[in-house]
């Protein structure tokens, strides 16, 4: 129950195309979805983040889309840039006053080709 | 902007050998973690640490880990008898706490090889 579920395993899009990313939990008691970016060895940055009470967050060319009812939540990015090439994390959280461990996702390797 | 260190950025260990790795966590952040990542898998959570104690471990962190601040700046994760399976890239985060969920900041990993 404290899994979540990361599609695809990895993706190709061309350069100025979207990208999208799906996550999929099933503890209802998770309140916080960050999603990471993490470029080879590095470690993983926080990209966005979104909590369930909003159905979508836009910073710059990423969103996030949040859906309560179906426990889904995707990654969009909009005018894909070789840059963007990285591995992405989805995750989630339970809010504990600090105290919030993060279940990860499996990872999606994302390649922009040009 | 504040960031994560951890050092070595690799150690190569003999099985059986102790291992301590470092951290310094952002200045003012309050709550502490440790991750591990295999080699191609997922980011999965080991510890967690708040006022000098253990506030959550998952079933990976056995007794053959601790974690202590032994300052007000490093924060450290002991392998006290190494095996194989602990190679693994692993992550120091921390967060600032307070109410609602805090981001964590990741530093960029030691790259721990047990021979």
């Known amino acids: 129950q404290q899994q979540v579920k990361q599609s695809p395993q990895s993706l190709i899009v061309q350069k100025g195309g979207i990208s999208i990313i799906n996550c999929a939990y099933e503890?209802?008691?998770?309140?916080?979805f960050p999603w990471y970016q993490q470029f080879p060895g590095k470690g993983p940055a926080l990209l966005i983040a979104?909590?369930?009470?909003?159905s979508e967050k836009k910073e710059g060319r990423f969103t996030i889309s949040f859906n309560k009812s179906a426990k889904q939540f995707s990654l969009h990015i909009m005018d894909s840039q070789p840059g963007d090439s990285a591995t992405y994390f989805c995750?989630?959280?339970?809010?504990?006053?600090?105290?919030?461990?993060?279940?990860f996702g499996t990872g999606t390797r994302l390649t922009i080709i040009p | 902007e504040p960031e994560v260190t951890q050092t070595p950025s690799h150690q190569v260990t003999q099985m059986g050998q102790e291992v301590i790795l470092r951290c310094v966590p952002i200045?003012?952040?309050?709550?502490f973690y440790w991750y591990r990542q295999i080699l191609g898998q997922k980011v999965e959570f080991l510890v967690s640490?708040?006022?000098?104690?253990?506030?959550?471990k998952s079933e990976i962190f056995d007794d053959q880990f601790s974690v202590e601040r032994p300052d007000g700046s490093n924060f450290t994760l002991k392998i006290r008898s190494t095996k194989l399976e602990d190679s693994a890239m692993y992550f120091c985060?921390?967060?600032?706490?307070?109410?609602?969920?805090?981001?964590?900041?990741f530093g960029d990993g030691t790259r721990l090889s047990i021979l």
């Open positions: 985060a921390s967060s600032g706490g307070g109410s609602g969920n805090q981001p964590q900041h």
């Open positions: 503890n209802t008691a998770f309140d916080y």
């Open positions: 979104i909590r369930p009470d909003v």
């Open positions: 995750a989630a959280s339970i809010g504990n006053f600090g105290n919030e461990k993060l279940t």
């Open positions: 200045s003012n952040h309050l709550y």
């Open positions: 640490f708040y006022n000098n104690e253990i506030s959550e």
